[in-house]
């Protein structure tokens, strides 16, 4: 078993990448604590052989981000992996045409959920003498054309906190690194999301989105997610990998 008996906290666990990380570490042998905003966790806890908890959890509010940790040091006693993959898109909409409400629930979500994770997780990788930190970001960390503003500055700016995390605690064995999924098949965007879409915005989107070479699956993401909470990549650290089929080649 790679991650036999580590600790791993994963946010947005209940569905989706999120969901298939869980299962994929706990059948590896990690004691996984997963997050998420509804509770819905019954799938995972009939597939995890005894190695989940499930929790709900808003990243957004900084409480329930330190709860959240807290719950994993109750139970397992400390804390190897955190997993920030919980996040929501925005709407499509352009620099002009965001309004306040929208970009600040973007970032609370995608980035001040994650900093507040980050930060309190990482006097436990320090008490265990290293750990792996994982942020779910997008394509849209790399490029611009697949996203709105919003959630395309979000997924930029957890680039920079993945980045600086590895920096400032690479001599502590610390090593945070982020995966840039291409398009998924994951309920991120719904049904009424895509009726809620901003016209003119969505439709600058689609050149770049007909470039994609294909949809891939959540388990797809949770393969690499599993790599980087390995000790099989013990000296890969402050990377931006993108899981895109070569989207991002063109």
Sequence with gaps: MRLKNKVAVITGAASGMGKAMAIRFAKEGALVVGGDITDDFADIISKAEGR?????????????????????????????????????????????????????????????GPMYLTRHALPLLLKRGGGSIINTASTSALSAGSAGTAYTASKHALAGLTLSTAWMHALDNIR???????????????????????????????????????????????????????????????????????????
């Design 52 to 112: 989940f908890t499930g929790v709900k959890c808003n990243v957004a509010e900084r409480s329930q981000c330190e709860a959240l940790i807290d719950k994993a040091v109750a139970l397992h006693g400390g804390l190897d992996i955190l997993c920030n993959n919980a996040g929501i898109m925005d709407k499509m909409h352009g620099p002009m045409d965001i309004t306040d409400e929208l970009w600040r629930r973007i970032m609370s979500v995608n980035v001040d």
């Design 176 to 250: 945070c690194n982020a995966i840039a999924p291409g398009g998924v098949r994951t309920n991120i965007v719904t049904q009424e999301q895509y009726a809620q879409f901003d016209p003119k915005g969505f439709k600058r989107t689609q050149p770049f989105q007909a470039l994609m070479p294909k949809l891939l699956e959540a388990d797809d993401i949770a393969d690499l997610a599993l790599f980087l909470a390995s000790d099989e990549s013990k000296h890969i650290n402050g990377t931006i990998i993108p899981v895109d089929a070569g989207w991002l080649a063109l």
